[in-house]
């Protein structure tokens, strides 16, 4: 036991965020895969077929930029900073999940919000589309920013985990956008997801 602690306070920083960052992906993305089906139907809830079309399609593109773009970019960045902390004895191991998780909590209540408004544009929200966003964005969010640094003593602790975890992360990011292109909405409709 000894031996895994010793290993984990040499490990690199950039391991260590580089961990963070594919663990996030792939609690986001899997979690995100569960919950997407319940997401979209709640999306399309009260709306015509052309409109249910366009919010279905606004969840699952907030959703695969997210993946993408926002929890790679959280995920490295926030463990970096996490990690740092950690390892300079400025903040203690429970604390530093605590504020991960605060943090990551609070970027997916941001991408559910950001989801609300390009739907709403302003006007009135509905309980099905609070109900899309808690489980299409919060949830996922939430679940990632709560299990990450769990993971990351295991994903850090050889190169072939790493790589596991990435080519995996990479996995998620594809399937998600793929996703995504197969619900993309005809060119016509999509001005009309903007306000346009």
Not at 26 to 47: E, K
Request: glycine share 8%; proline share 3%.
């Amino acid at each position: 036991m000894a031996t895994r602690v010793e290993t984990v306070a040499v490990q690199p920083l950039a391991t260590r965020a580089l961990a963070s960052a594919a663990s996030y992906v792939v609690i986001y993305g899997v979690t995100f895969a569960f919950f997407a089906p319940p997401a979209t139907r709640l999306a399309a809830g009260g709306y015509s077929a052309l409109d249910a079309t366009s919010v279905t399609f606004a969840l699952l593109l907030v959703a695969a930029l997210t993946v993408t773009f926002g929890a790679t970019i959280f995920g490295y960045s926030v463990g970096w900073k996490v990690e740092s902390d950690v390892r300079s004895r400025r903040m203690s191991e429970t604390r530093g999940t605590v504020e991960f998780a605060a943090l990551g909590t609070l970027l997916a209540l941001a991408t559910a919000g950001v989801f609300l408004l390009i739907v709403t544009g302003g006007s009135g929200v509905s309980l099905s589309l609070i109900g899309a966003a808690t489980l299409g964005l919060v949830v996922p969010g939430m679940a990632a920013a709560f299990c990450t640094r769990s993971v990351v003593d295991h994903v850090a602790a050889a190169k072939r985990d790493i790589f596991a975890t990435s080519l995996s992360a990479l996995v998620v990011i594809v399937l998600v956008n793929y996703l995504i292109v197969g619900s993309l909405p005809a060119l016509a409709d999509v001005p009309q997801l903007f306000g346009l």
